[in-house]
């Protein structure tokens, strides 16, 4: 017989996530830039997984989005959550994640224990998994990863702010039978894999977010220095990026 992978069989009620959008934040409508940061978060995402080499089944892809407190992680991830969601719906999008769309989009906050554990039972009580006060944290865990596991079309499982990487580590899915794909982001690198390295607003961008959010025509000489000071002597996010390098190099060796 066919070995099954663990996560098969780990949970106790069975079904899989069918069309749903849960946890993610609203999009925030001044939103800019940042192009060229979104295409590298989904060319990471749909990079060839690994196989599982036991069911032959398609392994989880990680991609972290390392920065610095305020630099705007979140915002980035809830747009890209929006933005390849509704993608899901187009006809071209329906050969699943390498089109661009996830069927199912789920956000998790992870800035500690206790919060994502609040918000994995709330999944699990509206997805209709019966019995969630009655078990204990471990095991929501696994119905939530054997659903997903079961799950054939793409999915996208957030973990926003994640600070410790024994938590991560501990809720990652190992399997899937479809794509699926895990975004973290977090101040730290905290996972073994590529990160993608988030740094302040380009000088344009930041003059592009004052014009959208402040609904003005124009800015005065003033503002445009200030916008800007941050392209021209913003030396702590060298010092996170270069950092993030060194660290990066060195699970590597």
């Known amino acids: 017989d066919e070995r099954r992978h663990p996560e098969d069989f780990s949970g106790r009620w069975s079904g899989a996530f ?25 060319s990471g995402l749909n990079a060839p997984g690994e ?42 999008a329906a050969g699943g994640a390498s089109s661009s769309g996830y069927s199912v989009v789920i956000w998790l906050r992870a800035e500690t224990a206790e919060v994502l554990a609040a918000d994995l039972r709330a999944l699990a009580a509206d997805c209709g998994i019966g019995g969630v006060q009655g078990l204990r944290n471990e095991e929501v865990v696994a119905e939530v990863r054997s659903r997903l596991h079961r799950t054939r079309g793409a999915w ?9 990487r024994e938590l991560l580590e501990a809720h990652l899915p190992r399997g899937c039978h479809g794509a699926g794909h895990v975004l973290v982001t977090t101040r730290e690198l905290v996972e073994r894999s590529s990160p993608l390295l988030l740094d302040c607003f380009a000088p344009d961008e930041s003059l592009e977010l004052l014009r959208r959010a402040g609904a003005v025509g124009g800015l ?5 220095a200030a916008s800007s000071s941050c ?10 990026r270069e950092s993030g390098e060194r660290a990066a190099e060195r699970r590597a060796e």
Not at 19 to 35: A, E, I, K, L, S
Not at 220 to 224: D, V
């Open 18 to 42: 069918t069309n749903m959008q849960w946890g993610v934040p609203p999009r925030n409508p001044h939103f800019t830039g940042r192009r060229a940061t979104l295409e590298r978060i989904a």
């Open 51 to 92: 196989r599982d080499s036991a069911a032959g089944q398609q392994g989880v892809t990680t991609l972290e989005l390392v920065g610095m407190g305020g630099v705007g992680k979140t915002q980035l991830a809830v747009e890209f959550c929006h933005r390849h969601y509704a993608a899901a719906g187009k006809p071209e």
């Open 156 to 164: 996208l499982l957030v973990f926003d702010n994640v600070a410790s």
């Open 220 to 224: 005065s000489g003033g503002s445009r």
């Open 231 to 240: 392209g021209r002597s913003c030396g702590r996010c060298a010092r996170d």
